[in-house]
């Protein structure tokens, strides 16, 4: 008998060693502030002093500065702040850039706008003064702070009244100044993290061809020696920056900034524009001229008035007692998925953020029309088709005072775009493999609650004549061209074993005269593979004193017969930057080229580690007499030498025409 007590009392203490093993690993794979939540549902409380504002869910304590609105201290996971000890206003802040003055937007007027055990929202107001010279703009700073969330929330509603003077703003964003002793590990995407050299390394380093690339001569770490750092390697397209942040070592923890939302940024959705770089320094970006130029900061004439809400965006933390990064990184994206799935957020209280019953939505299937790809129509495949304010042909690349609102069709075509503000607006979409943009006929109309269904609409695409030859695929991008190797000693070591990100390396732009130093490129149809033989940039040639000079590109192709109609010549530029294309057709001394676009273009996306900007679309008609029977030659001249980084990218470039 004792001996089968003693049996059960070892099969029960074995269950209980499997049951306690079982709570043991899902503890380390659930995150501190997950356990947190589990255990208790502390109450959200604030604490207002004239200098500061504490608001603390149990799990974060967010200090504020009153009534300038700065983030002063996040405490979290035993650590009294998370912040770098700067001056109280350069920890964490919201900035614009206004003509050529930096505004950090202080805040004048501190009130409460939600205080109660779930929930606390505050408000920080800058009010503008005529007699002071700041921006005219009232900017409403909002924090908010959720009872059981590892986080905080900001968004803020800039205002700017009829009559009031014109601005000019450059950028706007919220920053963030993490501390150096705590993070040193970056994610930005499952394939972009690493750890990074400190500020201090920068400091020490040498600058290269502008002030925000460094080579690292003598830095902390050995493993860093002749790297190059620089911010905008880390740059991404809107539609992909959803969340990115910073690692602990230790304590095992992560700081991460969440865009469930980007219907307030401009551009849409493949803008590009900055992330997370060394610093360490989190930046959330509202709108900026980044990879486009100036043109899309918010420029208001006339005394219009102007209202629009930037985010909420999420500040998020979280820890673990493991050491895998890995595990904060699925934890930070599964917060991300779960802030998008709640967006609009019913929890903001300013009138201007409207909630889901307050929206609408737009419905319908695009089909695209190009007899020469296919006699009927066909779907448009997992395409962007958005809304954007009223205007013509691509003007939601360039618009910055709206929103707009995005989505991808099916593989049959059909789009719903949901949550939509009321307004009117235009219908735009591209479709890669497809030339040329899409708008549709009629503005759209959005009221709260409808539910616009437009049925079947037809994209017809760019076709005059039969394709007798193209260059690239008509995507937008310049990616599919050839990306050289960056020089040995000027690599960032993220890059070095990818091919999808080899175009964010230091220098390559330089390349060019490295790789075609006794003449210009030459491409043969038929002989030459673009993906090996069409250099990315189209930029100007390095001399040996240093100068540059103008680079004219050759491409070669052979007709059987030619007839007296019309060829169209369609050129697709993914990106320029104060750049000056010039065609000639099989006479390039004749003094006039049969196409000259004049200077065009501010992206100055190939110094920023771009493969595209803004998208222009240049289609030349000629006729057959300037061809003739056999080898014909277009000559491609990029006519713009201030530098090394004036120059386009291409996207795509065909010739049509009726005969072979």
């Known amino acids: 008998m004792e001996k089968i007590v003693l049996w059960w009392f070892a099969i029960i203490f074995q269950f209980l060693l499997l049951v306690n093993g079982s709570r043991v690993h899902h503890a380390r794979n659930t995150s501190a502030n997950e356990s947190r939540k589990l255990q208790v ?12 504002v504490v608001i603390d869910n149990g799990i974060v304590q967010l200090s504020l500065t009153n009534p300038i609105g700065s983030i002063l201290v996040v405490k979290y996971n035993g650590v009294d702040n998370l912040l770098e000890p700067l001056q109280e206003t350069q920890r964490g802040y919201w900035d614009t850039m206004w003509s050529v003055n930096f505004d950090t937007l202080f805040g004048s007027k501190f009130s409460v706008i939600i205080q109660n055990e779930n929930m606390v929202e505050v408000s920080f107001k800058k009010i503008y ?39 000019s703003l450059g950028d706007a964003r919220i920053a963030i100044k993490l501390s150096k002793s705590l993070f040193n590990f970056m994610a930005i995407a499952d394939d972009r993290q690493r750890q990074v050299p400190t500020e201090e390394d920068r400091i020490n380093g040498q600058v290269l061809d502008y002030v925000e690339a460094v080579k690292l001569t003598n830095p902390s770490n050995p493993r860093f020696k002749d790297e190059v750092d620089d911010k905008y390697q880390y740059s991404d397209e809107m539609r992909n920056i959803k969340v990115h942040g ?8 992560g700081f991460w900034v969440i865009s469930p939302s980007y219907e307030y940024c401009n551009g849409g959705p493949v803008k590009q524009d900055l992330t997370s770089h060394v610093g ?6 509202f709108f900026s001229g980044h990879y486009a130029g100036p043109d899309l900061g918010v420029s208001l004439t006339n005394g219009e008035a102007w209202t629009k809400v930037f985010g909420p965006v999420v500040f998020y933390v979280n820890s673990d007692s493991s050491n895998d990064h890995i595990i904060l990184w699925e934890d930070a994206k599964r917060q991300m998925n779960e802030e998008t799935n709640k967006w609009p957020y019913n929890f903001p209280a300013s009138p201007e953020y409207l909630h889901a019953d307050q929206r609408g939505s737009v419905s319908g299937q695009l089909l695209v029309n190009d007899w020469y790809i296919n006699k009927d129509a066909f779907p448009a495949k997992s395409t962007y088709i958005g809304l954007a304010n009223p205007g013509d042909v691509g003007s939601w690349q360039s618009d910055t005072k709206g929103y707009q609102f995005w989505t991808q069709t099916d593989e049959l075509g059909n789009f719903m775009i949901n949550n939509v503000r009321p307004g009117i607006y235009g219908l735009y979409s591209w479709v890669p493999g497809v030339l040329g943009e899409y708008k549709f006929s009629s503005y759209v109309e959005v009221t709260p609650g409808s539910e616009t269904a437009l049925g079947q609409i037809i994209f017809e695409a760019i076709r005059n004549s039969p394709t007798l030859w193209e260059i690239g695929f008509p995507d937008r991008s310049a990616a599919e061209f050839f990306i050289p190797d ?29 790789l075609y130093p006794n003449g210009d490129l030459i491409y043969k149809v038929g002989v030459s593979d673009f993906r090996k033989d069409w250099f990315f940039a189209h930029v100007n040639r390095r001399n040996t004193d240093k100068s540059y000079s103008p680079t004219t590109w050759q491409i ?24 000056h294309l010039q065609v000639w057709i099989n006479n390039p001394s004749r003094p006039r080229p049969w196409f000259d676009s004049s200077q065009i ?10 493969i595209h900007g803004l998208y222009t679309l240049f289609n030349i008609e000629f006729p057959g007499t300037q061809l003739h029977v056999g080898e014909n030659i277009i000559y491609l001249k990029q006519a713009s030498v201030n530098g090394p980084f004036n120059g386009f990218m291409y996207d795509y470039i065909r010739l049509e025409g009726s005969s072979p």
């Open 129 to 167: 003064d005529p007699k002071n010279p700041n921006s005219p703009l009232n900017v409403d700073k909002r924090y908010m702070v959720l009872r059981r969330s590892s986080g905080f929330y900001s968004y803020g509603i800039f205002e700017h009244l009829k009559g009031w003077p014109d601005p």
């Open 246 to 253: 910073w690692i602990s070592d230790k304590p095992h923890m």
């Open 280 to 285: 360490p320094t989190s930046l959330a970006i």
């Open 601 to 610: 273009g501010k992206s100055n996306a190939i110094a920023r580690h771009g």
């Open 41 to 52: 549902s502390h109450p959200v409380t604030m604490t207002i002093t004239s200098s500061q």
């Open 556 to 579: 070669s192709f052979d007709l059987k017969s030619v007839d007296s109609a019309s060829y169209y010549l369609h050129i697709a530029l993914a990106s320029a930057s104060y750049a």
């Open 486 to 514: 960056p020089l040995p000693g000027f690599e960032n070591h993220l890059y070095t074993n990818t091919t999808v990100h080899k175009f964010r390396q230091y220098g390559l732009w330089d390349r060019y005269s490295d």
